[in-house]
């Protein structure tokens, strides 16, 4: 493309002033208010920039103050003390202020014009490497969504518009900056980003943005694993979990980040689907309430349907139980590990969640015992509660546990049969209350892991 071409494709840039816009200084962060103060003083331009504009201007409060500016990564880092570069793919500076991050960026350019300093690297129409730097316009441009190039001017307060990001927030809807083909390609992490964006902010995706999803879908293969990982971890653990799981699903993306669950939902089996969505449901009023969550749970809940069927199915066989469950994990952990690259302390935890379920069935005194000191008895009691969707029977056992743990340890002891895998759950909760409404049901006997 030659430059003409480019500029006639240059939206025009808008300024709006301090005045006609609901920026406050007072909401945004001391620290990146720091930053782009000494920057500016040092005569680099620089701007508050991305989610946070965007955030502020919908009257959120951003998760973390992007900064853009003039300044190389060279220069950023000899200004702060408390800075240290980092990044290969996109070189960029962290100024650190105790648990905060400021995230330091140079204007990005396109690399086309002469002496343009830096590299930039694309493979089969992927960027892989971004390190040229460019001007302020151009930034703007290789932005994803109009929305997110929005820059707050710290020299003067304003708001600078360089693609009609403030029209779409008016129209809430996410448009890509340029041909969406192209971008996505360059990128396919971008076809995430409006999933959970859109998820996010409650926003809809024009339509041209959500055109290509189906057939470029599939390049996500070829993101980084960790890479998504991280992006499973905002899409999934931010707050907003089941939007964006709905989302993802009906943007038919699920299938290329989770290939097994949506294989499993695809099933039809709603019972899953409910287990999906409260596990999300509950991740989400975690975080609303400030308690912590973990990944672990989460991706346990994701893949669960997938585990258990192949560990079912291989019992049926007549394998033993507890291998049949140990090989089932292996096997989807192993899969879905190749697309997001899970932890492996996250993975073992899943690993453990799924196989101590079985044992919520053995009502032997050892055995219940053994497992109510069991490290990760908490998280798998909790997802036996989620499994309540499953059947009456998985409901009851819930219960039962729910109950069980409430007991002093001797009078539980005692009221346990020692042996005997039918004993039924009634006869070890020697109160009344729930118990009695479990008197003539059965625990469900179903596998028996050794
Ligand atoms: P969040 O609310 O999750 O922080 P965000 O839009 O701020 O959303 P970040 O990952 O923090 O997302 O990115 C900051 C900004 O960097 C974005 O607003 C966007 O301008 C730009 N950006 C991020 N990822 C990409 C990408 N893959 N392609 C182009 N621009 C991107
Ligand atoms: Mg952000």
Redesign the pocket.
């Known amino acids: 493309m030659n430059s003409e071409a480019r500029n006639d494709a240059r939206p025009a840039l808008r300024i709006i002033p301090r005045e006609q816009h609901t920026i406050s200084r007072k909401n945004i962060s001391k620290a990146a208010l720091r930053v782009l103060y000494r920057l500016n003083e040092a005569g680099y331009d620089a701007f508050l920039?991305?989610?946070?504009v965007?955030?502020l201007l919908l009257g959120g409060r951003?998760?973390?103050f992007?900064v853009a500016t003039s300044a190389t990564p060279d220069e950023v880092k000899k200004l702060f003390r408390n800075c240290r570069l980092i990044g290969r793919r996109f070189r960029l500076a962290h100024v650190v202020f105790g648990p905060e991050i400021i995230e330091v960026a140079t204007f990005r350019g396109t690399g086309e014009e002469e002496g343009a300093e830096g590299e930039r690297h694309i493979v089969d129409g992927r960027i892989v490497r971004d390190n040229v730097w460019g001007t302020i316009e151009e930034d703007a441009l290789?932005?994803?969504f109009r929305v997110?190039?929005m820059y707050y001017d710290i020299s003067d307060f304003s708001v600078r518009d360089y693609v009609g990001g403030m029209q779409d927030l008016q129209d809430r809807v996410l448009r890509l900056i340029g041909d969406p083909d192209t971008r996505y390609r360059e990128?396919p992490?971008?076809m995430l980003?409006a999933a959970?964006?859109a998820a996010?902010l409650g926003f809809s995706i024009d339509a041209p943005a959500a055109a290509p999803f189906e057939e470029l879908g599939p390049l996500l293969a070829e993101a980084a694993p960790a890479r998504l990982f991280d992006e499973s971890l905002?899409m999934f653990l931010?707050g907003h979990g089941l939007k964006s799981f709905r989302m993802l699903e009906q943007c038919g993306l699920l299938k290329f980040l989770f290939p097994a669950t949506a294989r499993a939902l695809k099933r039809g089996d709603e019972a899953l689907r409910a287990l999906v969505e409260q596990g999300l449901e509950n991740t989400d009023a975690r975080v609303a309430e400030g308690k912590s969550v973990t990944p672990a749970f989460l991706f346990a809940v994701l893949l669960w349907g997938e585990v258990r069927d192949l560990a079912q199915q291989q019992i049926a066989r007549g394998k033993d139980a507890t291998e049949a469950w140990a090989r089932a994990a292996l096997q989807v952990v192993g899969e879905q590990c190749q697309r997001v690259a899970i932890p492996r302390r996250f993975t073992f935890t899943m690993e453990e969640i799924w196989s101590l379920q079985p044992r919520f069935e053995q009502i032997q005194r050892k055995k219940v015992l053994r497992l109510l000191a069991h490290p990760r008895f908490r998280a798998a009691f909790d997802f036996l509660l989620l499994r309540a969707h499953e059947s009456p029977a998985i409901r009851e056992l819930g219960l039962w546990w729910d109950h069980a743990q409430q007991l002093p340890h001797e009078t539980l002891a005692a009221a346990l049969p020692a042996h005997g895998g039918g004993s039924e759950p009634e006869a070890a909760t020697p109160t009344a209350g729930p118990a009695r409404k479990r008197r003539r049901r059965k625990p469900a006997t179903k596998s028996k892991p050794a």
């Open positions: 920039v991305g989610g946070a965007r955030d951003p998760k973390d992007d290789r932005r994803d997110n190039a990128d992490v971008r980003r959970r964006l996010k905002k931010a």
